[in-house]
């Protein structure tokens, strides 16, 4: 069966600081993967998708930048966070044979 | 343009009511996969049913019903003698042809459902 991993489950960074969030599935090949963002009380916003090893797409223009190193792994970064990057973040995944996605455990980000 | 509309931001409702969340879609394509989600207070969204747009049948599962009418463009989620448990915030989601390849979903801004007990 297929699991999506996230960490870390919690984080609390200042303004200006790095961030590295990363996101791995287990049990299937050549996944679709998705990064999300859900501020307090809203709705869910595509941040990056991503095909296949190395393609990135981005849908909403930011501080954010997303990589896909191996196949399963997706990482979500930024250099330099600002208050507004704050919010709970959502990894997901799909496939050919999946058409619904599957959403990881979530980050709760908080910018301080 | 593909879009998901949940008109219903917020509902409360006494354990043991009946209650329904409204789902309505708009697409040009015959062909689309329409799908519900639950996010409980943990976080995580959980995926509920999937339907694709050539079965109209309703579907029912336990106490959870999905109401799919092709003529109003929409798929209504029931849930029958509600529960504490079912508190939670309820996404419907949309994903048609156009997005084969990236199997980007476009959901609508979400239901949150408490329930008292």
């Known amino acids: 069966s297929q699991t999506i991993h996230q960490w870390p489950a919690t984080l609390v960074q200042p303004v200006g600081s790095p961030l590295s969030l990363e996101c791995t599935v287990e049990g299937t090949s050549n996944p679709n993967l998705y990064w999300y963002r859900q501020a307090a009380g809203r709705g869910l916003q595509l941040l990056f998708y991503?095909?296949?090893?190395?393609?990135i797409s981005s849908e909403v223009p930011q501080n954010l930048s997303a990589s896909r190193p191996q196949d399963r792994q997706f990482i979500l970064s930024s250099k330099k966070l600002l208050l507004s990057d704050s919010g709970f973040y959502l990894c997901?995944?799909?496939?050919?044979?999946?058409?619904?996605?599957?959403f990881g455990p979530g980050t709760r980000l908080t910018v301080t | 343009a593909q879009k998901v509309t949940q008109a219903q931001t917020e509902i409360s409702v006494v354990e043991k009511e009946d209650v329904t969340l409204d789902c309505v879609y708009e697409?040009?394509?015959?062909?689309?996969?329409l799908f519900w989600y639950k996010q409980p207070p943990s976080g995580e969204l959980v995926f509920l049913i999937r339907r694709n747009s050539f079965d109209e049948q309703n579907e029912i599962s336990g106490r959870y019903s999905w109401n799919f009418q092709k003529s109003t463009s929409s798929f209504n989620f029931t849930i029958t003698a509600s529960q504490v448990v079912d508190s939670a915030v309820y996404f419907c989601a949309l994903r048609t042809p156009v997005s084969s390849n990236t199997g980007k979903l476009i959901f609508g801004q979400g239901t949150t459902l408490q329930v008292k007990p």
């Open positions: 697409t040009r394509d015959t062909t689309y996969y």
């Open positions: 997901a995944w799909s496939s050919v044979v999946h058409y619904e996605q599957y």
């Open positions: 991503s095909v296949g090893i190395g393609q």
